[in-house]
């Protein structure tokens, strides 16, 4: 089925697909069906060669749909990624919805010969989906339950009618032979009175055979349907107890992995505290040979300055007539310095009158100089106003 048709109450989408090359009949049938229930999962197909492994149908999650035909009453599962269909499962009364996990479920399809797996991002999803998929069972195995019972009743029905109307036949019969035979006594009559009663039963039982044929085909169609779904349901047990089998073998292995990894675990933390108790000791050593080796440079210099104050005990006396000569010097200097810092400070008198003066000046030649803009300004205007007088003349 296109992907155009899977959303059924859509105008424009049936527009799309008689566009697309589809016929108005197409479209008729898609429009049939109605989404009841809609949510998003990532969808998963078992793998028919192994009956054992999930393989993605979908790079993502996708819109996972429970549809309901009102013709045929009959309810259906679609999921659609882009342009491809991954499920088109027809719901029936013996399908079961399994939870194998929080976010996990399942189910088996027999008319498609697989396993369809939904993960969910929630559990309330999955919940949901489960439920709804218990409910559309439910309304599945009350349609056919009504089906079954409607061929019935027309079939008795059928059966019946036809035994009233032998009946009714037979009674018009009798009478009418009597009095054609007691008439006229002749075959030929006989078969002209009898002629439209045989063709109205002829055509009965032709219904009739019709009607049983088309009973004992449903039933073969049935007893086929029945065979591959007890055929499926053996391959899925057969593909369920070897994965339960395959679950335990795993989880031996597991569990033998896990106590080796313990074990490792064990020795590995053993020889880490021994390689770290090594490495103190190692660390310890370290310590003391520098130590070591700062005490014996220790002793080595303080060996040198005692060779170096003996020294400079012999050289003690010509050190003290030379601090005696540099006392007499730094004297000396104090007093140069103290006629220097005298000197300084009438320096320092004499800067700061020049400063004063300085000022003093600046402040005379500042107003100078605002007398002399205003003279300038004065005689700007007197001869502006010189000029303007002999344009006048």
Known sequence: MCSEFIVRCSTRRSARALAAGGTRETCLNC??????????????????????????ASKQAVTVSYFYDSTRNSYRIISVDGAKVIINSTITPNMTFTKTSQKFGQWADSRANTVFGLGFPSEQQLTKFAEKFQEVKEAAKLARDRSQEKIETSSNHSQTSFAAKMKRESGRETPSSTRASSVNGTDDEKASHGGPAEAHLKSENDKLKIALAQSSSNVKKWETELQSLRESNARLSTALQESAASIEHWKKQFSACKEENDQLRGKIEELEEQC??????????????????ELETELQDKELELEELRKQGEIIPELMSECESVSEQLQAAEKKNKDLEEKVRTLRTEVEENKHRQTTLKTELKNFLDVLDGKIDELHDFRQGLSKLGVDN
């Open 31 to 56: 429009a049939r069906e109605q989404p009841i229930f809609t949510t998003r999962a990532h969808v998963f197909q078992i793998d028919p060669s192994t009956k054992k492994n999930w393989v993605p």
């Open 276 to 293: 770290n108790e090594i490495n103190k000791e190692k660390e310890r050593n370290a310590q003391l040979s520098r130590r070591l080796q």
